[in-house]
């Protein structure tokens, strides 16, 4: 089985930062994507920035110019640097790793269990 663990998510003021580390382990042959997904209460799970094929980003409109992702290949790790935070960014953040768990294996989709990043005042 894959696992993915996140950490740091917390509370903070409004313009404030956080960082997002999310840390895969188990069966992995490769990773073919990785990266955060949110849910705000009342809302559905929404793309906030997402490493896909080599090198490409992808990052929601909301977000861009504000959160950057990165990655540690080594550590099978990604992370999520989030800056000039705003109450709107308030939700549950999700780690997501599309796997594939041996050569000629199947891609299939993990998930974290989640960290709750709260911007208030």
């Known amino acids: 089985q894959v696992q993915l663990v996140e950490s740091g998510g917390d509370l903070v003021q409004p313009g404030g930062s956080l960082r997002l580390s999310c840390a895969a382990s188990g069966s992995i042959f490769s990773i073919n994507a990785m990266g955060w997904y949110r849910r705000a209460p009342g809302n559905q799970r929404e793309l906030v920035a997402v490493f896909t094929s080599g090198d490409a980003t992808t990052y929601a409109d909301s977000v861009k110019g504000r959160f950057t992702i990165s990655r540690d290949n080594a550590k099978n790790t990604v992370y999520l640097q989030m800056n000039s935070l705003k109450p709107e960014d308030t939700a549950v953040y999700y780690c997501?790793?599309?796997?594939?768990?041996?050569?000629?294996?199947?891609?299939?989709?993990?998930w974290g269990q989640g960290t709750q990043v709260t911007v208030s005042s």
């Open positions: 997501y790793a599309a796997v594939k768990r041996y050569i000629g294996g199947f891609v299939n989709n993990y």
